[in-house]
């Protein structure tokens, strides 16, 4: 399918869920992207996929009630995450222990409540899998909101969200509260996740909150940079995945996971200094320079040649 065919059915009206599931997962992504930076400079991908998880039985009591699976989910996720950063509290236990421990529970308890429901196999799948048919409007401005809202959070505590994921340690030496700015991380990342279950699936979410702020942390080293890469990251995979799913009918979370795992792959190895790539082909022309006669190495004396010239490849 051309691009002006794309064009031309997302302007169809007997089409209105494609340009809604457009907007949801372009909107998402670029949330995910954001906040996402977090996630990758902490180290805590572990907390992404217990979320994403947590979610499920909020999900689960939503359709069966006939409620809003984004309200749902996010009051299931809150909860999880409060929990987690209370136990956490105790030293005893590692907070990834914590996370293991709620992430099982919370799944299975999910499980439990969908299967009460008619058309179980069908309601798991939508929910596992994501599916762009059927979203309802209101969901879409709730989506909306809910991102604006995130972004909003973000910018205002960007400074302390940088400073505890950076070193926890100095920021409570600041006066920082460690445990409130970690509860709020904690529903930032859940919000996240709930706003891109519909269209990515509760399996593949972790993809889009990690996978777009992984690629940006490979292409800059500068935050502020990675900031603005990862949701650019995020958003144009979701709208090349969401083309590419409606030309070959292939599904749409796993298309969009796929694309932008193909940007991380390709930052990965062509990246400007931290390519794996990019490196090898810098690396014989540095050590060729360093062995040029009339070099600064000839300056040093026998016994720094080899640190001296070993400091000068690394900061080439």
């Known amino acids: 399918m051309s691009i002006t065919d794309f064009l031309t059915d997302l302007l169809n009206p007997d089409l209105a869920f494609l340009p809604k599931a457009l907007a949801i997962a372009v909107m998402s992504s670029v949330v995910c992207g954001v906040v996402g930076c977090y996630v990758v400079l902490r180290g805590m991908a572990f907390i992404g996929d217990a979320v994403a998880h947590a979610v499920f039985p909020g999900l689960a ?4 009630l006939q409620g809003s699976l984004v309200l749902g989910g996010a009051v ?5 995450a409060l929990l987690i950063a209370i136990f956490a509290q105790n030293r005893r236990l590692k907070e990834d222990s914590l996370i293991g421990v709620f992430l099982v529970a919370a799944f299975a308890l999910g499980i439990v409540i969908i299967s009460q429901a008619p ?9 596992l899998f994501g599916s762009i048919t059927g979203i309802p409007d209101r969901d879409l401005y709730l989506v ?6 995130i972004l909003g959070l973000v910018f205002a505590l960007h400074k302390e969200f940088v400073a505890v ?11 920082m509260s460690v445990f409130w700015l970690d509860i709020v991380l904690y529903v930032l990342v859940t919000l996240a996740v709930v706003i891109s279950l519909q269209t990515i699936g509760n399996i593949l979410v972790l993809a889009l909150l990690i996978t777009p702020a992984a690629a940006a942390r490979l292409l800059t080293d500068r935050l502020g940079v990675m900031m603005l890469l990862a949701p650019v990251i995020g958003g144009t ?5 969401l083309y590419l799913s409606w030309s070959y009918d292939t599904p749409v979370g796993g298309t969009i996971v796929l694309v932008a795992t193909a940007v991380f792959l390709a930052a990965w190895l062509f990246a400007p200094r931290h390519g794996l790539l990019t490196r090898r082909w810098r690396r014989p022309a540095a050590v060729e320079d360093s ?6 190495d000839r300056a040093d004396p026998p016994h720094q040649t080899v640190a001296v010239r070993t400091r000068r490849l690394r900061r080439r």
């Open 61 to 64: 009591v939503a359709f069966v």
């Open 76 to 80: 299931a996720g809150i909860a999880t």
């Open 119 to 127: 058309g179980y196999a069908g309601s798991l799948q939508q929910f």
């Open 144 to 149: 909306g909101g809910t991102g604006l809202v």
């Open 165 to 175: 994921c950076l070193d926890r340690e100095m920021a409570r030496s600041m006066g």
């Open 237 to 241: 995979s979701a709208l090349v995945g």
């Open 291 to 296: 062995d040029t006669p009339g070099s600064d």
